[in-house]
């Protein structure tokens, strides 16, 4: 079991930027992909971003490509977003998920564990 953990969120004026933190833990760090997901009140969960379990490759949501930049430390079981040039669009509630390498499927598909998630508060 993957227990995730984010952190980092907060309230910002538009054109800022922030990271997100989502440290993992409770199992072997890089057999997972990591993701990033968003909810927006009364919107449904979107996928932001993802990086495979390398950090070889990574994927990005049409409306944060440019902006955002997903990383990975296997060393410190850490995955990042770095969100720049933020707009009140980006405000949602930020989740970390996690993808054991030996399920199949599209990138931004599978995700089996979630963290609690971190509030993104863009003012304009």
């Known amino acids: 079991q993957v227990q995730l953990v984010e952190s980092g969120g907060g309230l910002v004026q538009a054109g800022d930027s922030l990271r997100l933190s989502c440290a993992a833990s409770?199992?072997?760090?890089?057999?997972?992909?990591m993701g990033w997901f968003r909810q927006a009140p009364g919107e449904e969960r979107e996928f932001v971003a993802a990086?495979?379990?390398?950090?070889?490759?990574?994927y990005y949501a049409d409306s944060v490509k440019g902006r955002f930049t997903i990383s990975r430390d296997n060393a410190k079981n850490t995955v990042y977003l770095q969100m720049n040039s933020l707009n009140p669009e980006d405000t949602a509630a930020y989740y970390c998920?996690?993808?054991?390498?030996?399920?199949?499927?599209?990138?931004?598909?599978?995700?089996?564990?979630w963290g609690q998630g971190t509030q993104v508060t863009v003012s304009s």
């Open positions: 998920a996690a993808r054991s390498v030996f399920v199949s499927g599209r990138y931004y598909e599978g995700f089996q564990y």
């Open positions: 990086i495979i379990w390398s950090g070889g490759s990574t």
């Open positions: 409770g199992g072997t760090f890089s057999d997972y992909a």
